[in-house]
């Protein structure tokens, strides 16, 4: 019997997260265990899931990842928080446990060591692609405020690249407003930041706290364009900022718009067990998480299997492996660089529709762009396609 | 949901196969008795101070900080670190956090009861907005890829029991001594220790830098075990965790808080096998361990019993 493991924020303050992953991850089971698998002299041996909850903090995630590589995991699926991984993936590296990371996108993650990677590109990748949706409308913006939470690792690091990207085009920000993790009144930096008149206002702050945001920066009068990080990647936002929410623009890692045959597979199951919304990013990056492993998995199968080796040959093996594939998963077709980082070919940049009733809305796709996520590019072109849904009326 | 399914193929019984206390946890479980006595010290000179979260913080930002920029200290570029460059951390580190409790002591420590649990908060919350701001200690992200002395976890079971032991003596030789008779003594009353010529001051002193020193040491192992050091280490939130150690073991013999915090890190790891309710039985456990056991786990009168060793009446 093989055995993954996963290690999900389940409890404290990215369990919001950690939720969507458990769904994603299974997802992936019922789509791998439902499809006809090759005749294999070890297709026999049944692929199992033993999922520990890695809490928000960094003794959690080293707790979980202990119990199950002392439980025999042949790989691991984890931990959410980029923190979190900083703590607990060194010790799957000193022990040689494949790790395969659903959501860190700090820098710096595969290169803990050779037996972690990840299937989130990085945030340096993505985030610009918004702002450059945004500058393609209104070519005339010169005047960007940008809001971020200083004490959250993931907008801390997201609004250096936005600023990054800003500098590029040879915009410097108006102001640059810091907020924190848990604050949800607005009013002050709101009120600094629009006495400037921005054009532009680019948010990094997590998902809660972002839909405040917006609601009261529209509230406090402000009209112009809003372009939003990851953190606010997640429809959970919609009953938050409502009507206000609508015409944010957001890049995006993933689109349940792209029309593939594994898409569609994952749309379909996802569409049963939570029929209310759409998949989420997070939620599509777990799912991809264990159908690389357990595609890797099934080619060692075929290549005569795992029997007759030992636990650490087998991880070493399947590593290998891993790290040799090209796949084709719900985010498009990804690989992955010899160092474990994800090279991902498409990336979306999406406008948030909600409907009349300010109850309800979705990601609707805008442009479509291919790119290779290869961060030792500095400046990857991107070939831009705008999806023909997504051109402006 | 077919995950229960995936859930519940666990190997045939978890308790059985594996080890349910690994090193790791054992490792983090003498982190928690630390700290436990950290708070449990001023706690015995009456001083209600939740400021050790603060000091554990600044002692694992220096070790944190001196491991991964200081080159002379020899860290390896495979990411070993030599075990003198560890121990001199831990000294170093312990040393900065007594010195900054010295400094901050005068002044907080003229406050008493609520008030200067408020100030200890408030010290808490300075530190680590520090740390967040500071340019050098990496904002939010934190340091990571922090040197490793030991191969595996195990590793730090040796300096974590060396320290609490010398905490521990350290405490039970307290108890023989002037300076722990003058802290018992402000504990019970301190205008009747006042009246009686004890300096009030300086034992609080004592006991708030000697706590702090416990936690900026305890601190500078965390980093290393934990891999990666940030601003979160020392929140609010591991102030009220920490005084729960103390709470729930007991605050009149330094056994208390090293075993409500050996038992409270635990707990949780061990009640893994519940699934999701696990936290919810965490919680009632820290709600009704007062409620059953209102002096604490480990009391003077339950010592007395077991050990059939003497014990002085606190009055």
């Given at each position: 019997m093989l055995k993954l493991g996963a290690v999900i924020a389940l409890t404290g303050n990215a369990n919001l997260y950690g939720q969507d992953q458990r769904l994603g991850i299974a997802l992936a089971q019922q789509w791998f265990n439902g499809r006809s698998r090759p005749k294999t002299p070890d297709s026999a041996s049944p692929l199992t899931l033993e999922l520990e909850d890695g809490g928000s903090d960094e003794a959690t995630a080293i707790a979980a990842f202990n119990l199950l590589i002392n439980a025999g995991a042949l790989a691991l699926i984890g931990p959410t928080l980029s923190q979190q991984a900083f703590a607990a993936d060194p010790i799957a590296?000193?022990?040689?446990?494949?790790?395969?990371?659903?959501?860190?996108?700090?820098?710096?993650?595969?290169?803990?060591?050779?037996?972690?990677?990840?299937?989130?590109?990085?945030?340096?990748?993505?985030?610009?692609?918004?702002?450059?949706?945004?500058?393609?409308?209104?070519?005339?913006?010169?005047?960007?405020?940008?809001?971020?939470?200083?004490?959250?690792?993931?907008?801390?690091?997201?609004?250096?690249?936005?600023?990054?990207?800003?500098?590029?085009?040879?915009?410097?920000?108006?102001?640059?407003?810091?907020?924190?993790?848990?604050?949800?009144?607005?009013?002050?930096?709101?009120?600094?930041?629009?006495?400037?008149?921005?054009?532009?206002?680019?948010?990094?702050?997590?998902?809660?706290?972002?839909?405040?945001?917006?609601?009261?920066?529209?509230?406090?009068?402000?009209?112009?364009?809003?372009?939003?990080?990851?953190?606010?990647?997640?429809?959970?936002?919609?009953?938050?900022?409502?009507?206000?929410?609508?015409?944010?623009?957001?890049?995006?890692?993933?689109?349940?718009?792209?029309?593939?045959?594994?898409?569609?597979?994952?749309?379909?199951?996802?569409?049963?067990?939570?029929?209310?919304?759409?998949?989420?990013?997070?939620?599509?990056?777990?799912?991809?998480?264990?159908?690389?492993l357990a595609e890797a998995i099934t080619r060692l199968e075929q290549q005569g299997g795992l029997r007759g080796q030992t636990l650490g040959q087998a991880r070493s093996r399947l590593m290998q492996e891993l790290l040799g594939g090209s796949y084709d998963t719900p985010l498009g077709p990804i690989r992955f660089r010899p160092d474990g980082e994800v090279v991902q070919g498409r990336f979306y940049v999406a406008e948030v529709r909600m409907q009349p009733d300010g109850r309800r809305g979705r990601f609707t796709l805008v442009r479509d762009l291919s790119l290779e996520s290869d961060p030792q590019d500095p400046a990857p072109r991107p070939a831009t396609k705008p999806s023909a849904r997504g051109e402006r009326p | 949901m077919e995950r229960h399914a995936a859930e519940r193929h666990a190997p045939v019984s978890r308790w059985g196969c594996t080890n349910v206390i690994d090193n790791g946890l054992l490792v983090q479980m003498l982190i928690g008795a630390l700290l436990g006595v950290s708070v449990y010290l001023p706690l015995a000179a009456g001083q209600l101070s939740l400021a050790t979260p603060a000091f554990y913080a600044v002692g694992g930002t220096l070790a944190a900080l001196l491991s991964t920029r200081w080159a002379a200290l020899g860290a390896g570029a495979d990411g070993s670190f030599p075990l003198p460059s560890f121990l001199l951390e831990l000294l170093l580190a312990g040393a900065l956090a007594g010195l900054l409790a010295l400094l901050v002591g005068r002044l907080v420590l003229r406050l008493q009861g609520i008030y200067l649990a408020i100030a200890t908060i408030a010290l808490v919350e300075i530190v680590r907005v520090a740390i967040l701001n500071l340019p050098f200690t990496g904002g939010a992200i934190g340091i990571f890829a922090i040197p490793q002395p030991f191969a595996t976890a195990s590793g730090y079971l040796v300096p974590a029991l060396a320290l609490l032991a010398l905490a521990g003596w350290g405490c039970q030789r307290l108890e023989g001594m002037p300076l722990g008779r003058a802290m018992a003594a402000i504990r019970d009353d301190e205008l009747a220790a006042r009246c009686m010529g004890i300096d009030t001051t300086a034992t609080r002193l004592s006991a708030f830098v000697l706590s702090a020193v416990l936690a900026g040491s305890t601190g500078a192992l965390a980093a290393h075990f934990l891999n990666t050091w940030n601003a979160r280490q020392g929140s609010f939130d591991a102030s009220i965790t920490t005084l729960a150690f103390v709470i729930l073991g007991g605050s009149r013999s330094w056994l208390g808080p090293v075993v409500g915090g050996l038992l409270l890190t635990a707990l949780p790891e061990l009640l893994r096998p519940v699934g999701d309710v696990r936290l919810v039985l965490f919680g009632l456990v820290i709600l009704l361990g007062p409620v059953f056991f209102p002096r604490g786990l480990i009391t003077p009168g339950l010592l007395e019993r077991i050990g059939g060793r003497r014990q002085e009446a606190p009055r």
């Open positions: 590296q000193r022990l040689g446990v494949p790790v395969v990371a659903p959501s860190n996108t700090a820098q710096g993650i595969p290169q803990i060591g050779r037996y972690i990677s990840r299937v989130s590109a990085q945030s340096s990748v993505i985030a610009p692609l918004s702002l450059g949706e945004a500058l393609r409308r209104d070519p005339s913006i010169r005047r960007v405020a940008v809001f971020y939470a200083q004490d959250d690792a993931y907008s801390a690091a997201e609004t250096v690249i936005f600023q990054k990207a800003l500098a590029a085009r040879n915009l410097t920000p108006v102001t640059v407003q810091r907020t924190q993790l848990a604050d949800n009144d607005f009013q002050n930096p709101i009120t600094a930041a629009l006495q400037l008149n921005p054009q532009l206002v680019v948010i990094s702050v997590q998902a809660v706290a972002g839909g405040n945001l917006i609601r009261q920066l529209r509230e406090l009068g402000y009209r112009g364009q809003i372009v939003v990080g990851n953190g606010l990647n997640t429809p959970n936002i919609y009953p938050i900022c409502q009507r206000w929410c609508d015409g944010i623009l957001i890049a995006q890692a993933y689109s349940p718009e792209l029309d593939t045959p594994i898409n569609r597979a994952f749309l379909r199951l996802h569409q049963r067990a939570n029929p209310e919304q759409p998949p989420s990013q997070i939620t599509a990056q777990a799912f991809t998480a264990y159908q690389v | -």
